[in-house]
């Protein structure tokens, strides 16, 4: 078996795209994993795709629709054979013109072992063949999935890897355009109404000077000059902001290091009209000088539309 980490150096030297990636392996491995992973970067996911319908979905998604296409095969897959799987691998990537990656991950059994006992899940061989014990099912895995190894393009020994790690070789893996800027929703709200669940950022803007008081400025929004005039008046505002682009001028990088698929800010206050409003549109302007892809929702004023 050839060692994974040539495999992963051989990957950095050719970055190229490619509209199909199979992602095999060993079972508890983190197939499942990387598949949601490589989906995050673009790829239509099939999991544990049937062998016999392997052909049909590659002619119908890849070479017709053009579609960038992963699909994990593994101990589950239904009809698996290797002579069956290397057949067909060979046979598309004749069709492709070698425009296929395929990707082994491994795990040493001692860790494979401790994941399964962890999970409490059974191994796929042992409902397969009726194997009761684990040991046995890991190591006939091993077996069968041998020459599939020595066929792969990559080989990624996940023992020990975090997932983040795993991203990022995976990424590096497939010449993923993980480079381009990480989309980052920037949102308002309102304290009524609670914080939004997808957000990886709250800030509570109930620190400044509610202009909801002010008997002219009650009924504009954080989207009208005048509002944005008074907001900026208060202190406040601008020592907090210019705190708040120096976390995120450290942070954002990083996250896109990742692969995170996006990255969402949420900026809150009483009602979600004024104070967050505005909070959302000068980071979301910030953001945007620094070239990053920023989107902006107001949910408050969605919900009034």
């Known amino acids: ?33 990387a598949l949601h992973f490589l989906e995050d970067a673009g790829y239509t996911a099939v999991d544990n795709l049937p062998l016999y319908l392997f052909d049909q979905l590659i002619s119908r998604e890849v070479e017709a629709n053009k579609r960038q296409l992963v699909v994990s095969i593994d101990a589950r897959t239904s009809g698996f054979s ?3 799987f290397l057949t067909l691998i060979t046979d598309i990537r004749k069709r492709l013109d070698q425009r296929v990656m395929l990707i082994f991950l491994t795990t040493m059994k001692d860790e494979l072992s401790r994941r399964f006992n962890v999970t409490r899940r059974r191994h796929p061989l042992m409902h397969m063949n009726g194997e009761t014990d684990l040991s046995k099912a890991i190591d006939k895995d091993i077996h069968r999935m041998k020459d599939i190894a020595e066929l792969a393009d990559i080989i990624i020994d996940t023992t020990g890897v975090a997932p983040q790690q795993l991203r990022r070789q995976l990424l590096l893996a497939v010449g993923s355009t993980a480079k381009e800027p990480m989309p980052i929703k920037i949102q308002s709200f309102s304290y009524r109404h609670g914080a939004p669940s997808d957000s990886d950022l709250v800030f509570d803007m109930r620190f400044l000077t509610n202009p909801h008081w002010v008997s002219d400025l009650t009924n504009k929004t ?15 505002f601008e020592r ?8 995120l001028d450290l942070i954002l990088p990083l996250y896109q290091q990742e692969g995170r698929s996006q990255f969402t800010i949420s900026f809150g206050c009483t009602g979600g009209k004024h104070r967050s409003v505005y909070a959302v549109e000068y980071v979301a302007a910030y953001l945007k000088s620094r070239s990053y892809n920023a989107q902006i929702k107001h949910l408050q004023l969605s919900s009034e539309a």
Do not use: R
């Not at 050839?2 to 490619?18: F, G, M, R, S, Y």
């Open 222 to 236: 954080g989207l009208d000059a005048v509002i944005q005039d008074y907001i900026q008046e208060d202190p406040a």
């Open 240 to 247: 907090f902001m210019n705190q708040l682009k120096a976390q």
């Open 1 to 33: 078996m050839a060692q994974p980490q040539d495999h992963i150096i051989e990957a950095q030297d050719t970055p190229l795209v490619k509209p199909l990636v199979v992602v095999c392996g060993l079972a508890g491995s983190g197939i499942s994993t």
């Open 82 to 84: 290797s002579v069956a």
